[in-house]
C-alpha cells in the first residue's frame, strides 16, 4: 500500500476501513498526481470516491447527476500549492472523523465510501463546498446515503 495511503488512513482509525474505501482514497491520490496537486484535501476524495465506481458513495454522487468531469474540471480551475512535497490539507482529518461519527451512530465498525461521503459534506471543507457549487444540499446527499443503507438519518 502507497505510503500515502497508509499517512491519510493514520489520522482516522486505520483498519476499519473497507477495501473499497481504501481503493477510494488511492484513487484520490492517483487524481492529485494526475493533476498535479501536491496537497490533497476531500476535494481529491470526492473524486476518488466517485472514480472507484461501485460504492455507494459513486451511486449516490450518480444519482445526483455528479460526473467525474465535473468534479475533475473543479478541481483543474483551483489555485494549488507550489509545494514540491505532498502535503495532506487538514480537512481530511474533519472528513475521516465525521465518517467515523457516522459509521458508530449507525452501529456500523467499519469505513466504507458511504461513510467518506458523509464525511464529506461535513461544514467548512472543500469537498462540501465543491458539492453546493454544484447545486446539491449537503442534507439531501446525507439523507440519500442513509436510504441507500436502509437507515433514517436522526
Known amino acids: 500500500m502507497d505510503t500515502r ?17 481504501r481503493n477510494c482514497i488511492a484513487l484520490a491520490i492517483e487524481c492529485a498526481d494526475e493533476l498535479g496537486n501536491q496537497e ?16 455507494i458513495a459513486f451511486h ?11 468534479i475533475d474540471d473543479t478541481l483543474r480551475s483551483r489555485q ?5 512535497q505532498f502535503q495532506i490539507n487538514r480537512d481530511i482529518k474533519d472528513v475521516l472523523n465525521a465518517a467515523f461519527a457516522a459509521a458508530r451512530e ?3 465498525t467499519y469505513i466504507g465510501t458511504e461513510h467518506l461521503l458523509i464525511g ?16 446539491l444540499s449537503l442534507s439531501d446527499v446525507q439523507i440519500e446515503v442513509y ?8
Not at 495511503?5 to 474505501?21: F, K, M, S, Y
Not at 464529506?120 to 447545486?135: D, H, P, Q, R, W
Open 5 to 21: 495511503v497508509q499517512n491519510i488512513l493514520a489520522l482516522g482509525q486505520p483498519g476499519r476501513e473497507t477495501d473499497r474505501a
Open 40 to 55: 490533497f484535501d476531500s476535494c481529491h476524495l470526492l473524486s476518488g470516491l466517485y472514480r472507484e465506481g461501485k460504492g
Open 60 to 70: 449516490v454522487l450518480k444519482h445526483f447527476a455528479v460526473t467525474q468531469r465535473q
Open 80 to 84: 494549488t500549492s507550489t509545494s514540491d
Open 106 to 108: 449507525m452501529s456500523h
Open 120 to 135: 464529506a459534506t461535513s461544514e467548512n471543507v472543500g469537498a462540501a463546498k465543491m458539492l453546493i457549487g454544484f447545486g
Open 147 to 154: 436510504h441507500w443503507l436502509g437507515h433514517r438519518l436522526g
